[in-house]
């Protein structure tokens, strides 16, 4: 089953002037595109970002907080692949996280 984007990672999207759709590559969310041209596959499938993080908080699956923690171990634990501009890396983090 693909991935379901989010309302938050098609704003982040739009801020960034990205395109995005789900992934057709297998084993991942969603794929970015620039000007009709594919320049990214972000987000593992299987594993859960901050827009699902905030939807499982709202159904009271995991406690009030849990997001913004989970954000931040993300933001800790990708440092050094998160911040060159136009990375899969810097996509994930700004459109996932």
Known sequence: MPYKISTYTKQQAAKL???IKPSTRKGKKIDVYKNGKKIASIGALGMKDYP????LEKADVVPAGTAQKRR????IR???DRM???TPGFYA???LW
Not at 52 to 55: A, E, G, R, S
Not at 72 to 75: D, E, M, V
Request: charged residues 35%; proline residues 0%.
């Open 17 to 19: 002037g990205v395109t």
């Open 52 to 55: 699902t993080y905030q939807k």
């Open 72 to 75: 931040n171990a993300y933001k």
């Open 78 to 80: 990708h440092a050094k």
């Open 84 to 86: 060159k501009k136009g």
């Open 93 to 95: 983090d700004r459109l």
